[in-house]
């Protein structure tokens, strides 16, 4: 008995636009052939990582005697299996997984059959966690003086945070200590799970800031937006990634973008300050 194994590419399943990552799909398909002289029967494919596979995957030579294979015969099994966040961190330097896939049978005196097996490498994605912010500011003429940037007015700000990373992240925050600043009202994509983001999912938060006389005297209004995971660390199923840090450590900041409102309402209506 001979079994062959092949495996396609990863498909990106998950629609991260991250290929091979957790979530992505690889499809396995098999070869059994009976290379001996009498039939064999109870002919089976067992493989750990793709887990049990149901008896419509299998395509016999004869669909009325499924686990039947006459001396020369060869049934066909397909197996698709599903990349989790542990195999994408189980070998961090090869980044592979590997399968290991085992045909056995007896014949027809219901002797066992030696089992015959076949191994097969995928590649797929190491963990990389990050997270990615953008924030934007508008000025709106609030107390109607026509001035766009003065005392009394209001600036609207908007903070998107989204997971740029090829693993779910939970336990996000999202903080401004702007003094003045409104309370943070955030989106989360599932509101059941506020401060979880999957691949490729963001969160949307808003706030609002009136601008004071000291602020007009200054010149700009400027204040910094930040997204933080507790501890600095992700921790998708079983793997623990540092997330990256525009600030240089590992265990705080994982992006940080400062936003200036700029003074001069001449030069820039939308963002300016007036004296």
């Known amino acids: 008995m001979k079994i062959s194994k092949a495996a396609g590419a990863p498909a990106d399943a998950n629609r991260s636009t991250i290929v091979g990552g957790a979530g992505d799909t690889v499809h396995y398909g098999f070869t059994v052939t009976n290379t001996g002289r009498s039939t064999l029967t109870n002919v089976a494919v067992s493989d750990p990582l793709v887990g049990a596979i149901p008896d419509t995957s299998y395509v016999w030579p004869d669909s009325s005697q499924p686990g039947v294979l006459l001396a020369g015969q060869t049934a066909t099994v397909m197996a698709l299996y599903t990349i989790t966040a542990t195999a994408t961190g189980a070998t961090p330097n090869s980044q592979r997984v590997t399968s290991m896939t085992t045909a056995s049978a007896a014949n027809v005196a219901g002797v066992v059959v030696p089992e015959a097996n076949a191994s097969r490498e995928t590649a797929v994605q190491a963990p990389a966690p990050r997270l990615s912010i953008v924030k934007t500011a508008s000025v709106a003429d609030t107390n109607k003086s026509k001035v766009s940037g003065d005392a009394g007015d209001v600036i609207s700000y908007q903070i998107k945070v989204a997971n740029a990373g090829n693993v779910s992240v939970s336990g996000v925050t999202i903080a401004d200590p702007l003094p003045g600043l409104s309370a943070l009202s955030i989106q989360w994509p599932n509101a059941a799970a506020p401060g979880t983001l999957a691949v490729g999912e963001a969160a949307i938060a808003t706030a609002t800031y009136t601008i004071t006389a000291a602020d007009v005297k200054v010149g700009k209004v400027s204040n910094t937006a930040t997204a933080s995971v507790p501890g600095g660390l992700l921790t998708p199923d079983s793997v ?36």
């Not at 990256?244 to 992006?255: K, P, Q």
């Not at 936003?259 to 963002?271: E, G, K, M, N, R």
């Open 240 to 275: 623990t990634e540092p997330v990256d840090s525009v600030s240089g450590t590992a265990d705080t900041v994982i992006a940080h973008v400062p936003t200036d409102t700029v003074v001069d309402a001449a030069s820039i209506p939308t963002l300016g300050i007036g004296r």
